[in-house]
């Protein structure tokens, strides 16, 4: 019986040494991505594709915003660990009027369709429209996903014709990508 015990606190001292190599593994792969989207100019890139103008009346309202991994925070004081856990690789944000209605777009470049997935993933709402490889919506929150992009539109307030008038620019947004 000592034997076993022993053999097991062994493999127990083996396994949790092994566990901060696993980890790091993991958060090098991350950290490499990054890198990668940096590298290839994530930002400049994403901004590229929120529009001066929309089908369905929609109207840039100011420049684009653009955030790194670096400055998230001042975007997003508090949310922003959550998109770090991820391989995020920039964001740019955009206000647009049209249709009676103010809207704010974030466009994320996740890195990968499987973190872009994973942060979609994490609160879906019940109704379903057809645009992005998957969104949902609720509340005049439209969010989907496509490819290795995130895409977060906000309606300052729902309205009738507002998950219409989301959809119309946030697939505007999408067949430029």
């Known amino acids: 019986m000592r034997s076993s015990t ?3 606190h062994v493999l127990i001292v083996l396994l949790l040494a092994t566990l901060p190599l696993v980890v790091g593994c993991r958060a090098e792969a991350r950290r490499a991505q990054r890198e990668k989207s940096s590298k290839q100019g994530s930002d400049l890139f994403l901004a590229a594709h929120l529009p001066d103008r929309a089908p369905g009346g929609w ?8 955030f790194t991994s670096v400055d998230l925070f001042e975007y997003m004081n508090g949310g922003a660990a959550f998109y770090l856990g991820y391989a995020f690789g920039g964001c740019a944000v955009r206000r647009y009027e049209g249709t009676g209605q103010k809207v704010t777009v974030e466009l994320y470049d996740m890195g990968s369709p499987a973190d872009a997935y994973g942060v979609f993933h994490w609160d879906l709402a ?3 429209p057809a645009v992005g490889e998957g969104a949902c919506y609720e509340a005049g929150l439209l969010k989907l ?3 290795r ?3 977060r539109l906000l309606a300052e307030r729902e309205q009738e014709g507002t998950l219409t008038g989301l959809t119309s620019l946030a697939g505007a947004v999408t067949a430029s990508l």
């Open 149 to 151: 992009f995130f895409l």
């Open 145 to 147: 996903w496509t490819g």
């Open 6 to 8: 022993m053999k097991a």
């Open 59 to 66: 109207q840039a309202v100011g420049p684009t915003e653009e």
């Open 126 to 128: 019940a109704e379903r």
